[in-house]
């Protein structure tokens, strides 16, 4: 197993501890040091001290002394979540998530427009959702 890269896509092997925050499953925010094993091909776990319920989002940020100044929080879900071993440790396999743009929404109600009408009102309130964000911002 390789731990993360010191880039930004978190997708090349090498030393380094992660900062990971979210929401555990008491509903608590946290704030864990560890670090994100990389097993290849977006294959990442992080072992934590507490349980995380599958699905959740995490943060992830890397702790390394090129970015003392700070590095910037990664979106991830979590999946495939195992019971706490004999250590007080749960390992989970994370997914990176990325932010959705208007054209990806384009596109999906396009591929969705034959699953019924559902489906197109959801996303034009996702498309009016994000027009909404992006006024905010």
């Known amino acids: 197993m390789h731990k993360v890269s010191q880039g930004n896509s978190y997708n090349a092997p ?6 990971i925050s979210g929401w555990d499953m008491d509903n608590c925010f946290f704030v864990e040091r560890t670090e994100l094993l990389w097993a290849g091909h977006e294959e990442k776990h992080v072992q934590l001290a507490r349980s995380l319920p599958e699905g959740a989002m995490v943060f992830i940020r ?7 100044s700070g590095s910037v929080p990664v979106a991830y879900q979590v999946r495939a ?35 019924g009408s559902r489906k197109v009102r959801d996303t ?10 992006e006024i905010l911002q």
């Open 14 to 19: 090498a030393d380094s501890r992660i900062e």
């Open 62 to 68: 890397l702790l390394s002394p090129e970015s003392a």
């Open 81 to 115: 979540v195992t019971p706490l071993d004999s250590d007080g440790h749960c390992r989970m396999r994370l997914m990176q998530l990325h932010p959705r743009s208007r054209e990806s929404l384009g596109r999906q109600h396009a591929s969705n427009s034959s699953e």
């Open 124 to 133: 034009r309130e996702d498309m009016a959702a994000l027009r909404h964000e």
